[in-house]
Nanobody
Framework: QVQVVESGGGLVKAGGSLRLSCAAS????????IGWFRQAPGKERDGVSC????????YYLDSVKGRFTISRDNSKNTVYLQMNSLISEDTAVYYC?????????????????WGQGTQVTVSS
């Protein structure tokens, strides 16, 4: 079973950028979709973005469209989440997780293997 590990979180000022990485323990080509979720204190874990590994079709939460970009490098078994124009509302722990395909609206129940999360803090 594939395992995933997130990295790239940190503290950034509003308007800044971060790139998160989700590294898989083995090739997931053709087998998985990778989703990014985030969870702020006291709130539910929400789906932010998702990418299908085979055809690279993507999903974005409305509030991040135009600011976040998901991509994958199959040769490195890694999916990235480029986050630009960050705002304080983006502050959360960000998780990546695997699924057999990106659902229309990514939800926690659709995803099986989760990473440990990486903290993103946006200061105003």
């Amino acid at each position: 079973q594939v395992q995933v590990v997130e990295s790239g979180g940190g503290l950034v000022k509003a308007g800044g950028s971060l790139r998160l990485s989700c590294a898989a323990s083995r090739s997931f080509l053709g087998n998985y979709a990778i989703g990014w979720f985030r969870q702020a204190p006291g709130k539910e874990r929400d789906g932010v973005s998702c990418i299908n590994i085979d055809d690279a079709t993507t999903y974005y939460l409305d509030s991040v469209k135009g600011r976040f970009t998901i991509s994958r490098d199959n040769s490195k078994n890694t999916v990235y989440l480029q986050m630009n124009s960050l705002i304080s509302e983006d502050t959360a722990v960000y998780y990546c997780a695997t699924a057999r395909g990106c659902p229309t609206v990514p939800q926690v129940a659709n995803f099986g293997v989760w990473g440990q999360g990486t903290q993103v803090t946006v200061s105003s």
